[in-house]
């Protein structure tokens, strides 16, 4: 039976969830279950009401043969608008400065390079010019439209890697928003 007082401890639950994955996003159900010292159930149950008011995400991957669902702060969802730090990449007037050049290279990947690649634009499914935004320290890039949906970037987690000349970005596992709470099959 529900009562004021198991509605409070459930408050008390959920804000202790929320400030461990705020203090280290990435963590699994698993993980938060042996740090709290709770059952999975009770886990679960504050992580399902942090979603639904979403205060929280959980992105959910594959791992060692199994399901892995790790949680996150809505500040790490992804958007179309990639970040990099300057010092990452090799800048001259001829790379990184008015425009980047973004590949649909597979199913999964995105190159962008900050001057033309023949090679890819050969081999990608799509291929786009788009305007580099600069910052003191970092260049903004956004998606277009037309990859953003094709690869479903707002319902995906992304891994970025950067090199002096490209960045690969790797559309991974599948993020829930909305999920329901344990009890509901």
């Known amino acids: 039976m529900v009562t004021s007082e198991t509605m409070g401890n ?107 690649m023949p090679d890819w634009k050969r081999a990608a499914l799509f291929s786009h010019r788009v305007p580099i935004t600069r910052t003191k320290k970092h260049i903004h890039i956004t998606v277009p439209t037309k990859l953003t949906n094709f690869y479903m970037l707002k319902t995906h987690f992304l891994s970025k890697s950067v090199s002096s000349n490209g960045i690969l970005i790797v559309v991974g596992s599948s993020i829930q928003q909305h999920r329901r709470y344990p009890n509901h099959q």
Do not use: H
């Open 10 to 116: 459930s408050r008390l639950t959920d804000r202790k969830i929320e400030q461990m994955v705020k203090r280290q996003p990435g963590l699994s159900l698993y993980q938060l279950k042996l740090r709290t010292g709770w059952s999975i159930g009770k886990v679960d149950g504050a992580v399902s009401r942090l979603v639904n008011a979403q205060r929280l995400f959980v992105v959910v991957g594959e791992g060692s043969g199994r399901t892995r669902s790790r949680v996150f702060p809505p500040e790490y969802l992804p958007t179309p608008r990639i970040s990099v730090p300057k010092d990452l990449l090799q800048m001259s007037r001829m790379c990184w400065n008015t425009f980047a050049y973004v590949y649909a290279l597979d199913n999964l990947t995105i190159g962008i390079t900050g001057r033309p």
